[in-house]
């Protein structure tokens, strides 16, 4: 999977747009590329674009145990994230939701870049 970072410096909103297949190696990669630069930013909102992704080869334990990793990275739970996603990779992320909601992370899934930036913004 590759990705690029865009700055939405009036709303202090890092949005990041993702390309290929989600896999957990790209996903560890992706998680601590952007919480460094969330930081550096102070930014505590951001939106993950995942609507031109290829698929996800996450299983379901390692969407499980993501919430874990942000714990890890001290991510703190004020911290929010807008997930789009494209109507294949629904299931899997709309489970991604429950597990990060179930640790106090405010994370909500999206099928367009509009509804996210609005709910971020609210």
Known sequence: ?????FHNTIDKILVIKTEGVL??????????EAWKVLKEHGYLHCLL????????????????????KYKELDIPHNFRMAVVVPDA????????E????????SVSIFFDQ?????????
């Open 89 to 96: 990779m629904r299931e899997d992320l709309a489970f991604y």
């Open 98 to 105: 429950t597990v990060c909601r179930n640790n106090a992370y």
């Open 23 to 32: 896999d957990l190696p790209s996903a560890d990669r992706l998680r601590a």
């Open 1 to 5: 999977m590759k990705w690029e970072f």
């Open 49 to 68: 674009d995942h609507s031109n992704a290829d698929g996800s080869s996450l299983s379901t334990l390692d969407i499980y145990d993501l919430p874990k």
């Open 114 to 122: 509009a509804s996210a930036l609005n709910w971020l913004k609210s």
